[in-house]
C-alpha cells in the first residue's frame, strides 16, 4: 500500500464567501443629460432622420438649423467660434451659404 501524505497544511478555510454582492446591474436610472443631446438651436433632440452635425468647436447641431443659423451668424450659438462643420461635405454647404 502506498502511503499518501499529504502536506498537512494548516490553513483552516476561513468562510471568505460573501453572502450577496450586489449593485452591479443597475442599468436603469439613466442621468438627466439630454442637455448635451439635443439641438441648441431649435431645442429638438437628434435623430436618425434629422443627425447631428458636430462642429470644430465641438457643439452639435441638426445641419439644416446650423446652415439656417450661418447665414444670419458665422459664430457658434454657444461659444461664438466661427462656425466650421467637421464634416467636409456639410462645411461644403456651409460655405455655399
Ligand atoms: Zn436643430
Ligand atoms: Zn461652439
Avoid at 12 to 32: F, K
Avoid at 81 to 88: A, E, G, R, T
Amino acid at each position: 500500500m502506498a502511503n499518501i501524505t499529504f502536506p498537512s497544511s494548516s490553513s483552516s478555510s476561513s468562510s471568505l464567501d460573501n453572502p450577496v454582492v450586489s449593485a452591479a446591474s443597475s442599468s436603469s436610472g439613466a442621468p438627466e443629460d439630454a442637455f448635451e443631446d439635443g439641438c441648441s438651436i431649435c431645442l429638438e433632440p437628434f435623430t436618425t432622420a434629422d443627425p447631428a452635425t458636430i462642429t470644430s468647436c465641438k457643439h452639435e447641431y441638426h445641419l439644416h438649423c446650423i446652415l439656417e443659423w450661418s447665414q444670419r451668424s458665422e459664430e457658434c450659438p454657444i461659444c461664438c467660434q466661427f462656425v466650421i462643420l467637421k464634416d467636409p461635405a456639410s462645411q461644403g454647404l456651409l460655405a455655399a451659404v
